[in-house]
């Protein structure tokens, strides 16, 4: 079953030229898949709309074989498909580490203990564990990066959208982001605008243009 399709998305920001039209894009289980373009030609607002976190002025969003329209039928999917954000600082909002990882399994019903258990199996997963009981704002950019990937995979998504996952990380740590999201089973959509990590990650790519996606 196709994860996610977008199809002739059309948005436009208040008063300004439209940014999508008529762009569509299909994301298959296990399927790496790179979107490009040039900074502010809508990219983000795809990843966006996807999860229902802006409203398209038209077209349609179909996840998990439903079309989604409403802000209701939008909580299933954000469950199973983990948004990274461009600025780690919109997602870390805890006092400690372990804390910001125990928040989606807690949400998701899993009992305190169950998700200090997700939380030392995912850090432990990412070498992470030196970091458990750090304060969160203390961290490095590339500490909390690596931390905003363990807070979305605590969830176990079956799909990743990944907006510039690389910003303000330095080679060393963006060698082991990659190496970690090389060895995930999840499908993966990513932004980013270094030309080696979208080739070593997902190398299939859709350049947006003029506000539609076309195959690069």
């Given at each position: 079953m196709t994860l996610l399709m977008l199809e002739d998305i059309h948005f436009a920001y208040p008063g300004y030229a439209p940014v999508l039209s008529g762009a569509s894009?299909?994301?298959e289980p296990g399927q790496r898949l790179s979107v490009?373009?040039?900074?502010?030609?809508?990219?983000?607002?795809?990843?966006r709309i996807a999860l229902?976190?802006?409203k398209p002025d038209a077209g349609t969003v179909t996840a998990f074989g439903q079309i989604r329209s409403q802000e209701a039928d939008f909580h299933d999917v954000r469950r199973r498909i983990g948004l990274v954000f461009q600025d780690p600082d919109d997602q870390l909002f805890c006092p400690t580490v372990a804390e910001d990882v125990a928040f989606g399994p807690l949400n998701l019903g899993q009992t305190r203990e169950q998700a200090l258990a997700t939380v030392d199996r995912v850090l432990g997963d990412l070498n992470l564990m030196h970091l458990r009981d750090?304060?969160?704002?203390?961290?490095?950019?590339?500490?909390?990066?690596?931390?905003?990937l363990a807070t979305v995979l605590a969830m176990e998504p079956e799909a990743l959208l990944l907006d510039e996952p690389t910003n303000a990380l330095d080679t060393k740590n963006e060698a082991r982001l990659?190496?970690?999201?090389?060895?995930?089973?999840?499908?993966?959509?990513?932004i980013s605008h270094s030309p080696s990590f979208r080739a070593a990650l997902a190398p299939q790519a859709l350049d947006l243009q003029d506000g539609k996606l076309i195959t690069v």
């Open positions: 894009l299909s994301l490009t373009g040039p900074n502010g030609a809508g990219k983000s607002t795809l990843l229902g976190l802006q750090r304060v969160t704002h203390k961290l490095s950019g590339g500490e909390k990066r690596l931390v905003t990659l190496e970690i999201l090389q060895s995930l089973p999840q499908a993966i959509l990513l």
